[in-house]
């Protein structure tokens, strides 16, 4: 037998050993079996990595293909914080000049975060730090030429070669540029409320438009992003050899636009000197093509900033030729003729009363600005008398009048597809009170945005159909290929083609010399319009003093090409429509003639005219 | 004895492969491939060392002139490694030569055979303190303390463990040994106190998560490759932290590849094949009779497994993190030659030493005259104020120490076939 001593010794070292091994199988067991779940979790946010590549946001073009948005590519500047962590003057130093932040910004934007750090118990540590944003590629090639030469901390000669490859490792890590991309305009601020401007989506990747076309549009023109789900090795660089995913990013489409970027940059010109001397609340000019209901200009003021989108009051993106809801004036009376020519009720030359420039209808007062005896309609119409339409709107009656004028598109959205559009107000007929029948015909009491009235007076110049207005001609793809065309909608018809005819003849004349028009009076063309001036109202009622000034017009008149409305809502300075918004519906005519081709008419009858139709692009 | 060898022998084989099949896998990405290449080189030649090692004459490792020389030697090279142009430092530790070499592996391997000949030589004498403990101790030091201040503190314990494991195993009192554990924790303390930065790298184990970013860094990354591997791990090659989440992972961390690779199948058969070598050598700890021979297997058996269970503690965050490479698995060179030597000295050892017959080892049959003949002798010893001596037990008349161990051997000695001399006969007074 053997030594029970060295047995017993033996044994207590074999139990020992053979305790651990048991120890560590029953640790490894639940290491690996029972949390192997959990850890498997906790290792993949450290070894898979999954990354979007964002495409490029595609432009936005005007009718002919210019540009009027593009994306450029920029870099986003992060500093590396272990890397400048020791060295935060010198970095500070060379960094500076080229991100244009003076040093002591710099430096303490790298400060920030590692005092942080420091204070938190071996929390996480930030590892990179934002410098700057939107760094334009020449200014990034500059800062790493910078970069190549700066020697921080280290001797400016003679290194040794272990200091080599420090300083090397240091200028190789301290930034590093992330791309990035952003809108740039050839064109600076032309038609920013209709382009409307991207911004970050939330969670801080990709774009996404906020408004106008950027955001109509969003969807064609973000494209998809490409994702690349793969491993990652401990410094972060991707294994492409792990790959699982790689599907590379589709840009953006392009959109191309119906508007005219020549005849925009005249008509801004001109909207701003009228409202330098005007000085409304806001101020639109619109321009759209009759026939097919593409909006040849879009100008409106006040006018956002596109470089800097986030300035200036908090509506200063609204659009208000889109989303104000006013109340038409006399411009309405157009609605109110055509109603009576297609009811058969009046011809131009029936004889109405005007009582002398006060009526009185079951109670409720009606005067005109000037009193009139008896006026012909045509004359009534030049002159803009209320007390005539009303008593044509009276004979009428509600459900006629009702039916017109949702036939002309109030109370609906145009579909335009833009966000933020209204969609006007006229008052169901049950509900139209005595004062509401005495005022509907003349504008007041109902409520349509500059756009409907626009396409009212389009509908009369396109021999009474009513067409479906067109901001976008169609999508192009990156390569050059169309995908997809919107050509022109049909439009409904709603008044007879002679009726609207008789119209043109009423709104000819008010664009002459004896008309309300007469400061729209262009030099060498025939053209129609129709002069507004509509008191605005609160809750409680009217407000004094507080006027929307109104001109809508075609030309030219022999047959028209373009119908161009002014708004000018609560102008400072004058608020006829007549003396504020025809003489800009008259300069912009004469400007947009000789871009357009349209051949002057004065003179011309309409069978001469239809000889040389003029030419449109 | 042939099984135990042959298990013993294939258990290393089959870590052998394992570690050249995971360095392979590793070196993949955070060295070259010339680093694999070196490490089968490193294998023949450890290879090499291990057949060398078995074919040693049992004679010339019981030689005490041999067993001086070796000691002289190894304290003459971990003396050298010290002084800054022979040694050079990487990562704050001077244990490589210039030229390459780790001294403190050798110390491994020679300090186990100086213990093992020093405590067959004085056997009797191991319960004193003087000889018994302080002087084998006061060795155990100095080539420890050597090992510590070139900052390998792994090996340093590792070597300190083995020797007074194999000196408590020969017959050293617990007595004095029990001392030691409180002495050590209050260097370890005071050494914390003067560094604090140690203690957080020593403590942070306990909760890794919360130090991932700091020094619990390599653990803990060990801790999630483990469990990702799951039971079957992803396949060979599949691992992803190897690339920078692990450092060391040829080295020290391998075992955290394993894990990861091969899963829970894969870290349970390494255990497996290291108790087995355990096994395999305490079994013919348990065969041999010579007392050099058995302590010097028992220990180098000792040393190996304790080397594996350290290393595979740290990778598993059950002890703090030390630098101790998997044996057989890791790649090193040195280290591998030296167990691997090991294990050779172990199977020559086992060949050659004298064995105890079995026909000794069997159980007596219960003889109810003899029990009774033994109980009453007991009882007379007893009354005699009876001190406990293995001395007695082993049937030697005399008792005290001076003349208790026999002669040491003269070089042109043979060491007495008496096949064996650790029976019992019965019948003997004690």
Redesign the interface.
């Known amino acids: 037998m053997v030594d029970p001593n060295f047995l017993l010794r033996m044994g207590g070292l074999v139990a020992l050993v053979a305790g651990a091994f048991v120890a560590l199988e029953c640790r490894l067991a639940k290491t690996q079996l029972v949390d192997g779940d959990v850890l498997r979790a906790k290792a993949e946010r450290y070894t898979k990595t999954r990354r979007f590549a964002e495409p490029w946001r595609g432009e936005i073009r005007d009718r002919a293909g210019v540009p009027v948005a593009v994306s450029m590519p920029v870099k986003t500047v992060y500093a590396d914080l272990s890397v400048c962590a020791s060295r935060i003057e010198p970095v500070s130093a060379v960094l500076a000049p080229h991100l244009g932040l003076p040093a002591s910004a710099v430096a303490g934007m790298l400060r920030a975060p590692l005092a942080v750090a420091a204070g938190s118990k071996g929390g996480q540590r930030a590892r990179s730090v934002v410098l700057r944003r939107q760094v334009s590629l020449p200014e990034w090639d500059a800062l790493t030429n910078a970069l190549a030469q700066a020697t921080f901390e280290f001797p400016q000669s003679r290194r040794t070669r272990r200091e080599e490859a420090a300083l090397a490792r240091v200028r190789r890590r301290v930034v590093y540029g992330e791309d990035d991309q952003i809108r740039v305009y050839p064109f600076t601020n032309l038609c920013s409320t209709v382009l409307g401007f991207p911004r970050r989506r939330e969670g801080g990747v990709g774009w996404e438009g906020a408004c106008g076309v950027e955001r109509a549009f969003d969807r064609q023109l973000t494209g998809q992003r490409g994702i690349c789900v793969s491993e990652k090795d401990a410094g972060g660089a991707e294994l492409p050899f792990r790959r699982v995913q790689n599907t590379p990013s589709v840009d953006g489409n392009h959109v191309v636009l119906t508007l005219d970027t020549r005849l925009q940059q005249v008509a801004e010109r001109i909207l701003g000197e009228a409202v330098a001397e005007r000085r409304p609340r806001s101020a639109s000019i619109l321009a759209i093509v009759p026939q097919t209901g593409e909006i040849l200009v879009w100008a409106s003021w006040p006018q956002p900033s596109l470089l800097a989108p986030g300035w200036g009051p908090s509506d200063i993106w609204f659009n208000h030729a889109l989303g104000d809801r006013l109340e038409p004036g006399s411009t309405f009376k157009i609605v109110t003729l055509a109603a009576a020519l297609n009811e058969g009720i009046a011809t131009l030359n029936r004889l109405l009363d005007c009582e002398h420039g006060h009526f009185v209808y079951r109670g409720v007062h009606l005067r005109d600005s000037h009193p009139y005896g008896t006026l012909t309609v045509l004359v009534a119409f030049m002159k803009s008398s209320n007390i005539a339409f009303a008593k044509l709107a009276i004979e009428l009656g509600p459900e006629r009048m009702y039916r017109y004028i949702t036939g002309f598109g109030v109370g609906q959205l145009t579909g335009l597809g833009l966000p933020g559009e209204t969609a006007g107000w006229v008052p169901p007929p049950a509900e139209w009170t005595d004062h509401t029948k005495t005022r509907a015909g003349i504008g007041q009491g109902v409520a349509l945005s500059q756009l409907q009235l626009t396409l009212i007076a389009a509908a009369i110049a396109n021999d009474g159909c009513l067409v479906p207005p067109r901001l976008v001609r169609g999508v192009e793809s990156p390569a050059g290929g169309i995908v997809e065309r919107f050509p022109a909608r049909p439009g409904r018809q709603v008044i007879r083609p002679e009726v609207a005819r008789a119209v043109q003849v009423a709104m000819e004349g008010v664009a002459s010399a004896q008309g309300t028009g007469s400061r729209a009076v262009l030099p060498d063309h025939r053209s129609l319009g129709k002069t507004g001036t509509a008191a605005k109202s609160n809750k409680e009622g009217y407000i004094r003093g507080a006027y929307t000034a109104w001109y809508v017009g075609c030309f030219p008149a022999s047959r028209p090409q373009v119908v161009i409305s002014v708004v000018f809502d609560e102008p400072s300075q004058g608020y006829y429509g007549g003396d504020v918004c025809a003489p800009v519906f008259r300069e912009l005519a004469a400007a947009m003639a000789p871009v357009l081709g349209i051949a002057p008419d004065k003179g011309v009858t309409v069978a001469s005219a239809s000889r040389n139709p003029g030419r449109t692009r | 004895m042939k099984a135990e060898s042959v298990a013993m022998a294939c258990a290393v084989g089959a870590l052998l492969t394992v570690g050249v099949v995971m360095i392979d896998s590793a070196t993949v990405?955070q060295w070259e491939a010339a680093r694999w290449r070196a490490h089968l080189l490193w294998l023949g030649c450890g290879l090499a060392a291990g057949v060398g090692a078995t074919l040693i004459p049992y004679r010339w490792l019981k030689d005490p002139r041999v067993h001086r020389l070796l000691l002289g030697a190894a304290v003459l090279l971990l003396v050298a490694v010290l002084i800054p142009g022979v040694g050079e430092k990487v990562n704050g530790e001077r244990r490589w030569f210039r030229f390459g070499g780790q001294p403190s592996e050798l110390a491994k391997l020679i300090l186990p055979l100086w213990v093992a000949a020093y405590a067959a030589a004085r056997a009797g004498c191991l319960r004193s303190f003087r000889a018994g403990f302080l002087k084998p101790m006061a060795v155990i030091g100095l080539v420890a303390g050597l090992v510590f201040v070139e900052q390998d503190w792994g090996t340093a314990l590792l070597l300190a463990g083995t020797g007074t494991?194999m000196l408590?195993?020969a017959?050293t009192r617990l007595v004095f040994v029990l001392p030691l554990v409180p002495l050590g924790a209050a260097v370890l303390a005071l050494l914390v106190k003067l560094d604090p930065g140690r203690k957080l790298r020593l403590l942070c184990f306990w909760d890794l998560?919360?130090?991932a970013?700091?020094p619990g860094w390599q653990q803990w990354?060990s801790?999630?490759?483990?469990?990702?591997?799951?039971?079957w791990g992803s396949r060979v090659g599949g691992g992803?932290?190897k690339?920078?989440?692990v450092p060391e992972q040829q080295t020290d961390f391998v075992f955290s590849l394993i894990?990861e690779e091969l899963?829970?199948v894969g870290?349970?058969f390494v255990?497996a094949m290291?108790?087995t070598i355990?096994a395999c050598g305490?079994r013919m700890?348990?065969r041999v009779a010579d007392p050099f021979a058995r302590l010097l297997v028992?220990g180098l058996t000792?040393l190996i497994?304790l080397q594996a269970?350290v290393n595979?503690?740290v990778a598993?965050a059950?002890l703090p993190n030390k630098g101790i490479p998997l044996p057989f698995v890791s790649y090193g060179g040195s280290d591998m030659v030296c167990l691997l030597a090991a294990v050779g000295m172990v199977l020559g050892v086992a060949r050659q030493a004298p064995r105890v017959p079995e026909a000794e080892r069997v159980?007596e049959a219960p003889d109810p005259v003899a029990q009774a003949h033994r109980a009453r002798l007991a009882l007379v010893a007893e009354t005699r104020r009876w001190r406990p001596s293995?001395r007695r037990?082993?049937g030697c008349r005399r008792v005290s120490p001076a003349h208790a161990a026999p002669a040491p051997l003269r070089p042109y000695q043979r060491a007495p076939r008496r096949g064996g001399g650790?029976?019992?006969r019965c019948g003997e007074s004690g």
């Open positions: 990405t494991v408590l195993v017959g998560e919360k130090y970013d700091g990354h801790l999630l490759s483990l469990g990702v591997g799951g039971l992803s932290h690339f920078g989440f894990g899963g829970f870290t349970s255990l290291y108790a355990f305490m700890v348990w028992g000792t497994t269970l595979i503690g598993t059950s159980v293995w037990w082993l650790v029976a019992i």
